[in-house]
């Protein structure tokens, strides 16, 4: 069995192009990942994706776009995309133990959270430290946090930290944020949220789980530690691109891209945060997502005529 | 048996003291990755009836039991083997993940 087209993600951007390409009548697989979802698994309420005027939880809203693609007929496989060969065609995409042909290849695998890389956090996520405020806070009641970051997921990871811990302390190596003004203000308003500026954090201690942390300030060289429950990390996000053999990346490392949606390789088609370092917004996703499956479409139609 | 809920209170008699491995899901009702969990939960309880036991646990509701297994993620589903913790696997995660996990369990 050949497929018309393979999409490697299960984010907006791969689930939208799934939807247009079934709808198209196009034989779709989806390598969706043992964690599906992408990145707005790990996120609360979303306030920004056009259509709920209320806000949506960001799994409801994956659930509801799996829930469409597969109601058009795309096929699911629920296990990690491991190698593909794009060689020849058709494409060899390898997930889990099995390997699947398709005519095209939408990839749309996204970018997941950029860790500290210090001594001490490896070992200890979900041990004390986490990407996803929203799913852990609870578990940090009357506990001393910090969040390492400068950005608007920053700002949100202390904002819902905020509700939960004794204390918030946002470490950001730079002398000023970078998160909108909005997220600034609600997190600066917040009695709980203190700020440590021009620091980073270059250990974190502690055996079973997070006791501690050690902190330098990059002006000064001074080191000092910090006796603490939790470290929540917000640096930003790689993409995931590890493992694209033949697939040209950019200096930064995300796919590079022609034409809007098509990579080095006719028939190979790329969508979302894996190749978009700069809206990486879930609508932004879905819209490549779309473009990249109506081209997709429009490259199988070429060359079966 | 599709729907097992575990407590602090029944955790040992149910889940320490059982004889067959034990699957928790540890949840809660805020926690929105967890929703995506429960319902894969309920069809493994049902694939597995008489050789796993498969339920969850609200964190909020039994806090003790989090504690003591040092949950600090959740969805987390811990895997219990002769009243021993054996595997954890933290966030939410395919039914075929967790599939392979009981699979080794048994075997």
Redesign the interface.
Known sequence: MIYDVIIIGSGPAGLTAAIYTTRANLKTLLIAGGKWGGQLMLTTTVDNYPGFPEGIQGPDLMMAMRKQAERFGTEFVDEDFEEGDFGKEPFKIKAGEKTFEGKSVIIATGADTKWLDVPGEKEKIGKGVSSCAPCDAFFFKNKKTIVVGGGDSAMEEAIVLANFADSVTVVHRREELRASAIMQKIAMESPKIKFLFNTEVTKILGDEKVTGIELKHNKTGEVSKMDLDGVFVAIGHTPNTGRFRGIELDEKGYIKVHDHTRTNIDGVFVAGDVHDSHYRQAVTAAGFGCMAALESETWLRKTTD | MADLNFADQDFEEQVLKSEMPVVVDFW?P????C??VSPIIEELAKEYEGKVKVGKLN??DSPQT?GKY?????P?ILFFKNGQPVK?M????????YKKVIEETLG
């Not at chain 2, 805020?30 to 990755?33: L, N, V, Y």
């Not at chain 2, 040092?70 to 959740?74: Q, T």
């Open positions: 809660a805020w926690c929105a990755p929703r995506i964190v909020d989090a040092g949950v600090m993620s959740i987390s954890t933290i966030g939410a995660q395919s039914k075929e993940n």
